[in-house]
């Protein structure tokens, strides 16, 4: 489901905390590492570090926007479902896709049971994350954006939430460790 008329649970300290417009900030400069993180991983049951595929395989971070189980960003619900289409086209190539949500863990549970989704469901709820790659905030919930590191942790391609580009297309993605 795209979007709800049940609004239950979406005007959160979460939601007044990311209201107010923040762009989106490139300072993570391409070929360099990025911030380690640690993150539950809702679909798989267990906790993820970053850092835990560093000279093991490369790795795309989508940063997505959902409000709630039931309301989707409508720019990034079509991303998430072809991104847990083709999952396995990024798992083929020995790369791992990482997507990273503000929902809380009962929240992204839902998603990830609605969805179907294979790839990890990371949650981020106190956005610190979010916050630390910089990828802005607006209207109840952080920016979507993406970046691709390469097997030694580097970042060799970034994508930032624009109105004109919302999100880097799966294709983009993978062309990247062409």
């Known amino acids: 489901m795209l979007t709800s008329t049940d609004f239950t649970g979406l005007f959160n300290e979460r939601f007044f905390r990311n209201f107010l417009p923040k762009p989106a900030l490139d300072d993570i400069r391409l070929g360099v590492g ?4 640690k993150l539950t991983d809702i679909t798989n049951n267990r906790t993820l570090k970053l850092s835990d595929f560093k000279g093991k395989q ?12 039931k309301q989707y960003c409508p720019f990034c619900y079509p991303h998430i479902k072809d991104l847990n289409e083709k ?6 190539r020995g790369i791992e896709v990482l997507l990273i949500t503000s929902t809380d863990k009962k929240q992204s549970q839902i998603v990830v049971k609605d969805l179907d989704l294979k790839m990890p469901l990371l949650s981020d709820p106190s956005c ?5 790659y910089q990828v802005g905030q607006a209207l109840g919930a952080p920016l979507p954006a993406q970046f691709v590191l390469n097997q030694e942790g580097k970042l060799i391609y970034r994508h930032l939430f624009s109105f004109l580009d919302h999100n880097a297309s799966v294709e983009t993605l993978l062309e990247q460790f062409n």
């Not at 999952?87 to 083929?92: A, L």
Request: aromatic share 26%; proline share 7%; charged share 20%.
């Open 58 to 69: 490369p790795v795309v971070i989508a940063f997505t926007r959902i409000f709630t189980e």
């Open 87 to 92: 999952y396995e086209q990024f798992k083929n």
């Open 34 to 37: 990025t911030p380690d993180f």
């Open 128 to 132: 610190y994350v979010f916050r630390t």
